[in-house]
């Protein structure tokens, strides 16, 4: 059995949702086997990680950072799929926050990183923006960690602007 979290960027562009894709569906084939994922279940990598993880046949555990998260912070475009993925999920754990903000966010990575064997990294490499919780530095936390980090960012994947 092995549990992999995720971490990567929400601001993927149209054409890099099927690159990404199809990257996280070959590495978690290693994985078939006893897989758990765990997501934050947010727009973008996570939300892809998490539909990889149940097309592999495996087990998603979904991270919500605070209480107020669904109602404040998942914009309309990715409501259906947020809602079907905690309705998929077979286990929902709920940060203790009431609100979704930059703590709330750092208690969710932490509960990530506690609970995975390894962590999956949606990123493009860049240093952290110093505002804290980004997918830098839950990378950084995850090597500091001593956990090992597959980098996923396929030939042609791009940020939003």
């Known amino acids: 059995m092995t549990t992999i979290a995720v971490t990567g960027h929400m601001d993927l562009t149209e054409k890099s949702i099927p690159l990404v894709r199809a990257a996280l569906r070959d590495l978690l ?9 765990v997501s934050c279940i ?4 996570d939300s892809l990680f998490a539909e990889a993880v149940l097309e592999a046949g495996g087990r998603l555990v979904a991270v919500i950072p605070s209480r107020d998260y669904r109602q404040t ?7 259906a799929t947020f809602d079907r993925l905690v309705d998929t999920a077979a286990e929902v754990h709920q940060v203790p926050h009431e609100t979704a903000n930059r703590e709330a966010y750092e208690a969710a990575n932490k509960v990530l990183l506690e609970r995975a064997d390894r962590l ?3 990123w493009n490499g860049e240093p ?8 830098a530095d839950v990378v ?3 090597r500091e960690a001593g956990l090992p980090v597959d980098v996923v960012w396929p030939d042609g994947a791009a940020r939003r602007d």
């Open 42 to 45: 947010a727009k973008g990598a």
């Open 128 to 135: 952290p923006s110093g505002k804290g919780g980004g997918t």
């Open 140 to 142: 950084i936390q995850a």
């Open 29 to 37: 084939t290693t994985y078939a086997d006893g897989l758990i994922g």
């Open 73 to 79: 912070k998942v914009k309309p475009d990715h409501a």
């Open 120 to 122: 999956v990294a949606v």
